[in-house]
């Protein structure tokens, strides 16, 4: 494995020895680098000011993807293109398309956002822009701007592609492709500074080598829990092992009717697969995080990060998910809710890791909603989701009820009892008020920041009343925002 | 001058003239990561890095602060704890002496700064901070405003405004109500936090870049904590990352802190809040309860009001007084309220020090009247807005305010009468009301606000302002003044007031950093009077600038004054034609003064505090807004769909950067009465301190239709300059129209004249209490029924 991490800076090639790996990527490029055009405003990953965009070599293309450099950590730049906001600009001083039309529809007030957002309408840009409002939203979620109220911005997104198409940089994109395809070469990196070590094999095999050897590292796969570790709490994470050069888990397949998500598969690339198989799973995903955080962050991350507000955890459960782990050689496989046992404790041996999810793809007559509650529909964290599986049977009674929420136990928790209550009834508002009563025993939640418990098991008997409502009445109007899938 | 001052903006053939929408100075750079914030400044090797130690209690007595393993802990340089400043340890804005920069004796809030390590990196600031020993005797805190009220614990006196009879005119009122409203405070959140950095200079003295609304008192403060006159304290500020209202006041720790180090240590020491730090320790919007008791008429007209307003004040003063005092001014908004009685009490919490916020004050007084007005439409189950329009000031005997000063320029029938048309009020109301007979989850609202706010700072002598201009020989021209610059565009309405006033293209006039070796002794940039203040004292220089090259063309061309025009980028003078540059470098050489400062007083302002009279406002600013949302009744979620709005900028001195002003003032009001909200835990401690918990609009939050109009008709008939209105503050309160069309969408689900009751913010919780409650009125009134 190389001992160097090796990446582009816009067309510059750097090799790092000496690095922390878990020096952010902002502070990188701040501290080290001197670019100070990205900002630090939160260093959560929430605000966006810290947006810079990552190129990738796939197949014979790039791929652009904005990320929050503030979580970041700097060894996982190894192999791509950091692309920062003094990138854009044209040798000749002239202003890229997306800085020009920024500029053109007054998108900055303050102007301490604009690089960020720059950086992620470059992203959307480099992908062909967008008209569409949802579109525009869904790319500029992860960045707040406290001055204009975005109208400015929306604007400027639109108007983006109306300019003309800006020149091929210093390094043209053939040369940068061939130079990070050159980086790829060989079995990965591995880094130790000042007694803290930094791996990123490129093999299951050895990062199950590796990981069994070391049973004391941090498994990263986004960061976008990790990277909070570090900035937030101020960890010193000892050893870590990055998974995310891992081919073999970047899959994403049907497999005898099972979808099987490999754990390095970021939301992003997920989503599309996602929204046509599980549309509704879609929209609750659509709305994790923001771009940046979905460009990065995995569905294997937040699943074994155990959180009880993570938001994937109680749709898989509700959908009947299975979960693939391994030890070296050793592979086991479990119902997902059996993994999560207590607060802060899942079902997971020293060594043993994430190797795929398996979502069985649900039959037609599946009634199938997932609900996501927030004081903010984008980007914000779940006071509590509800997820509903139920088939009835020829009659019309309640054949099964998968029933999960987040937010409302200290893990993701199927909903036993209002399942136990539906089952065999007939699918009738009774029946379901009736069911709904049984929360109360299924669930005792907290009062936090995000909500009180009273709200949360108020809303959550309420979720089921809509779910009804939704597979009752196909004409009902019941979605705010996203896609309602009805009928 | 004054009909100089009274003409509107006339076209002129130059680049930036007034009037005209030129993007924002600092755009280009901005988009490009090319605009310098402090942070960005590249520094020497030895700067130090500083964190502030922090109170774990909200309320106790300090028995031990022991910061001996801090100081000896790796890299550490200096520790300050309140011992080692050398002056006074207190940076109070108004002399209240309440705020000490380090705790002693006694902590007054979760958060509030003992000591503040320097050390060679953030990080091992930050590890040191920890070794200090801290040893507490609790007392008991009071963390609601409930509890302070009820404690009697306040920071000021309690302020008692009184017109006519308000107590007789309830009691002889045909209908009678009194009710409760809670509305939440708000963060800033401006995306650049706090920052000083402090550069030493000679002699002891020291520079400080520091992100601030309000450098010179930042510089006084930071002089009394080094014991040291003020010449001896140089504050600069290019350009805030946002500011609105937070960096008044609060910015001056950090300065003083970040000087003391630089000053003891001979090194630069950079203080940097990074966000949760921010937010735990700098102030907020001030959170109110009000009571009322409204007394009306059969039409809904208010006879008599009685109401109490309390206010989160936090643990010590800051500007709460005046604060408090312009919600007790906006508790009219747009309606004339006759006898009436606004008791205000600052209460004192243990809690972060609240200070200024975008409206200060007036956006809380404003919630509480529109709420007493939804009450009395839903009582008399009367439409809002007809209630809204009959309440509305009027002529003589309908037009002076509680504080007893005439509305001369009463905008809001005519403006509430044109957007009604544009809005397509009544027929969407009509819409809506079809729309949720029909829709069994999803129910629409819309409702219509005005807004009317004073503009002047309420202390009289802060209304003034200063400004720098030199000419160099090439005809460039170096312009300074006392406001500072936070996206807001003072900057370059400021240069288009100079460039228009010399007749020369703006790209020749370089806007220059706020620094108080420059201009002294200004005030902040604060009560939407940036450009109205520091306008007309930058074309004071330059008037005295252009007298002075026309008193030299005159006499060395003998013309006559009237003979010598300034106009598009020339210099006419008799039959001859001279470039700026020329006339200025002509000039020079005849040894003409070229550099002027210019100064503007705020006229015709008084105020007596005793009596709580006068008139404390140059002029009024004025807007509508109408606002439609769609809740969901099963989950209280809300989103915004539709606004329109007509809001009044007099002659706009640049419509781009005043409608920008607009949009985002009514979006972060949005945000305030909606998602935004500050929770605190029965300890104190604040809970939402990121932006992972603390939730301001994203970009999705914005209605899809958006339309605004700036008032056609809108000219200062006051001699502000060129006849534009102050922008910063008023649209904030064009949002309150969502939370009523919120209310209203609840409404929908009530029985006829419930009381929707709906506080702020209007979280997703709250608005499913409010529609809960709703639903239960039906239920009540048809068991009543059955009985
Ligand atoms: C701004 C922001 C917004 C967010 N919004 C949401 C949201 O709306 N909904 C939501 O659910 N979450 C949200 N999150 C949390 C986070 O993005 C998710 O939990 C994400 O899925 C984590 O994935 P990751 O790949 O980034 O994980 P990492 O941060 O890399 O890892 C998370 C944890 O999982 C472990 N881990 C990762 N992969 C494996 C593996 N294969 N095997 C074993 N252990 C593994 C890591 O060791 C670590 O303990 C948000 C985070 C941020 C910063
Ligand atoms: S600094 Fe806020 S998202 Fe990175």
């Not at chain 1, 790829?184 to 095999?205: M, N, T």
């Not at chain 1, 999810?357 to 927030?374: E, G, N, Q, T, W």
């Not at chain 2, 002891?204 to 930042?218: I, K, M």
């Not at chain 2, 700072?457 to 003034?464: C, P, R």
């Amino acid at each position: 494995m190389r001992s160097s991490v090796n990446f582009l800076l816009g067309d510059e090639p750097r090799e790092l020895t000496d690095i922390d790996p878990t020096m952010t990527v902002l502070r990188y490029l701040r501290e080290v680098e001197g670019r100070v055009g990205s900002k630090e405003g939160c260093a959560e990953g929430d605000c966006g000011a810290c947006t810079v965009v990552l190129a990738e070599v796939q197949g014979d293309a790039l791929t652009y993807r904005a990320v929050n450099a503030c979580i970041q950590f700097v060894p996982t730049l190894e192999g791509k293109q950091l692309l920062t906001v003094e990138d854009l600009k044209a040798s000749d001083g002239a202003l890229h398309p997306v800085q020009q039309s920024m500029v053109d529809n007054h998108g900055s007030q303050c102007g301490f956002c604009t690089p960020g957002f720059v950086m992620s309408l470059h992203a959307l840009y480099q992908q062909g822009g967008a008209q569409d409002r949802l579109e525009i939203d869904n790319a500029l979620a992860g960045n707040l701007c406290r001055c204009t109220g975005y109208g400015p911005i929306v604007a400027a997104a639109r108007a983006m592609t109306d300019y003309d198409a800006p020149a091929e940089g210093d390094m043209p994109v053939a040369e940068v492709i061939a130079h990070l395809k050159g980086l790829q070469e060989g079995d990965g990196v591995s880094l130790e500074w000042r007694g803290r070590k930094y791996f990123a094999p490129r093999s299951l095999e050895a990062l199950a080598a590796i990981y069994k050897h070391h049973t004391e590292a941090n498994i990263l796969a986004g960061g976008t829990d990790i990277g909070l570790w570090v900035t937030k709490q101020h960890r010193r994470l000892q050893t870590v092992i990055y998974i995310g050069d891992v081919a073999e888990l970047d899959t994403l397949e049907v497999v005898d009717g099972v979808l099987q998500i490999g754990a390095g598969v970021t939301y992003e690339r997920a989503l599309e697969t996602i929204c046509e198989h599980f549309p509704e799973f879609g929209e609750v995903m659509r709305r994790i995080g923001s771009t940046q955080i979905r460009n990065a962050g995995t569905i294997g991350g937040n699943v074994a990060n155990g959180s009880p507000i993570g938001d994937s955890p109680p749709v898989l459960i509700a959908l009947g998910a299975r979960l693939v782990l391994r030890c070296g050689p050793d592979v086991r496989e479990m119902a997902l809710e059996d993994f999560f046992v207590d607060y802060g404790k899942q079902d997971r041996q020293p060594g043993e890791f994430v190797e795929r999810i398996d979502v069985p793809l649900a039959a037609p007559d599946v009634m199938f909603r997932s609900y996501k509650i927030s004081k903010r529909f984008d980007q914000d964290i779940t006071a509590a989701l509800g997820a509903f599986a139920v088939t009835l049977d020829d009659s019309g009674n309640v054949a099964s009820a998968r029933i999960c929420f987040g937010g409302m136990a200290a893990t993701p928790k199927r909903a036993t009892a209002t399942e136990a209550a539906l089952l065999g009834q007939p699918w009738t508002e009774e029946t379901m008020q009736a069911a709904a009563e049984h929360m109360a025993t299924d669930y005792a939640p907290l009062t936090d920041m995000r909500a009180s418990a009273d709200y949360r098991m108020k809303v959550s008997k309420n979720l089921l009343t809509k779910f009804w409502l939704e597979t009752t009445d196909e004409t009902l109007e019941s979605r705010l925002v996203g896609v309602a899938v009805n009928g | 001058m004054d009909d100089v001052v009274a003409a509107d903006p006339k076209p002129a053939n130059i680049r930036g003239a007034v009037g005209t929408s030129r993007i924002h100075d600092s755009a280009a750079k901005h988009v490009a990561g090319e605009a310098v914030y402090i942070d960005d400044i590249p520094l020497p090797q030895n700067c130090l890095h500083m964190i502030a130690g922090m109170s774990e209690r909200a309320h106790a007595k300090i028995l031990k602060l022991d910061v001996s393993q801090v100081r000896t802990a790796p890299g550490v340089a200096l520790v300050l704890i309140a011992e080692d400043l050398p002056g006074v340890n207190d940076i109070s804005p108004t002399g209240t002496k309440d705020e000490p920069v380090l705790a002693t004796g006694k902590v007054h809030f979760h958060g509030q700064p003992l000591f503040a390590v320097a050390a060679d990196t953030i990080d091992l600031a930050r590890a040191a901070a920890k070794k200090a020993v801290v040893e507490y005797e609790d007392l008991e805190p009071l963390v609601t405003v409930d509890a302070a009220l009820a404690a009697g614990e306040t920071v000021l006196p309690t302020e008692v405004l009184t017109c006519g009879d308000p107590a007789g005119k309830l009691e002889s009122a045909p209908h009678r109500r009194q009710g409760k409203v809670r509305l939440g405070g708000q963060e800033h959140f401006y995306l650049e936090g706090h920052i000083s950095l402090a550069l030493p200079q000679e002699d002891g003295d020291v520079l400080v870049h520091c992100s601030t609304q309000h450098p010179s008192e930042v510089q006084h403060n930071v002089a009394h904590v080094l014991g040291r006159p003020n010449n001896a304290v140089t504050v600069e500020v290019r350009r805030m990352g946002g500011g609105f209202g937070g960096k008044e006041t609060q910015g001056a720790q950090w300065a003083a802190l970040a000087a003391v180090t630089a000053v003891k240590t001979g090194r630069p020491a950079k203080f940097c809040l990074d966000r949760d730090d921010d937010m735990i320790m700098t102030g907020k919007r001030h959170d109110f309860i009000a009571d009322y008791d409204v007394g009306y008429d059969d039409d809904g007209r208010i006879v008599g009001l009685d109401v109490m307003l309390a206010a989160r004040c936090g643990f010590s003063a800051d500007l709460s007084g005046a604060i408090a005092d312009r919600a007790m001014f906006h508790i009219d908004n747009g309606y004339f309220l006759g006898d009436l009685k606004v008791t205000s009490h600052r209460n004192r919490t243990n809690t972060v020090s609240n200070c200024a916020f975008r409206g200060f004050g007036g956006p809380q007084g404003m919630v509480v009247i529109e709420r007493i007005i939804d009450d009395i439409a839903r009582t008399l189950q009367k439409d809002a807005l007809d209630v809204r329009k009959i309440n509305l000031y009027g002529d003589e005997g309908r037009n002076v305010t509680p504080y007893q000063m005439t509305v001369e320029d009463n905008e809001l029938p005519e403006m509430i009468a044109m957007l009604e048309q544009s809005s397509d009020y009544v027929a969407r109301q009509k819409e809506i009301a079809d729309y949720n007979a029909n829709s069994r989850i999803l129910k629409r609202g819309i409702a219509m606000t005005p807004v009317k706010f004073g503009i002047s700072f309420t202390t009289t002598f802060l209304n003034q302002a200063g400004a720098l201009i030199h000419l160099y020989t090439d005809g460039s021209v170096y312009l300074n003044h006392g406001g500072t610059e936070m996206g807001q565009g003072l900057f370059l309405k400021v240069a288009q007031v100079v460039a228009q006033e010399f007749s020369i293209d703006i790209d020749n006039i370089k806007i220059s950093a706020t620094n108080t070796s420059k201009v002294p002794n200004t005030s902040a940039t604060a009560a939407s009077s940036g450009s109205d203040m520091n306008g007309m004292a930058a074309q004071a220089a330059a008037r005295t600038l252009k007298d002075r090259l026309t008193g030299f063309a005159c006499a060395h061309y003998g013309v006559t004054a009237n003979e010598v025009v300034f106009a598009a980028n020339k210099v006419q003078v008799g039959d001859k034609t001279f470039t700026f540059a020329e006339i200025v470098n002509q000039a020079y050489l005849n040894r003409v003064q070229l550099s002027a400062t210019g100064f503007y007083k705020t006229p015709k302002i008084h105020y007596d505090r005793e009596t709580f009279s006068g008139r404390p406002f140059l002029y009024f600013a004025y807007g509508v807004a109408v606002s439609e949302v769609k809740i969901d009744t099963l989950t209280g979620e809300t989103r915004t769909t539709r606004v329109d709005i007509l809001h009044d900028v007099g002659s706009s001195l640049n419509p781009a950067i005043d409608e920008g002003q607009v949009e985002g003032g009514f979006i972060q009001g949005m945000g305030w009465l909606t998602s935004e909200e500050l929770v605190y835990a029965d300890d104190g401690r604040l809970l939402t301190h990121a932006p992972s918990t603390y939730k301001i609009p994203a970009c999705a939050d914005r209605p899809e239709e958006f339309n605004l109009k700036l008032w056609p008709k809108g000219r200062n008939r006051e001699e502000t300059i060129h006849r534009s209105k102050a922008v910063g503050e008023p649209p904030l309160m064009l949002a309150i129209s969502v939370h009523h069309a919120i209310a209203e969408a609840v409404g929908s689900v009530g029985a006829p004249g419930h009381i929707v009751a709906l506080d702020a913010p209007a979280t997703p919780e709250c608005v499913l209490d409010a529609v809960d409650r709703a639903k239960s009125s039906v239920a009540k009134k048809t068991v009543r029924g059955a009985q």
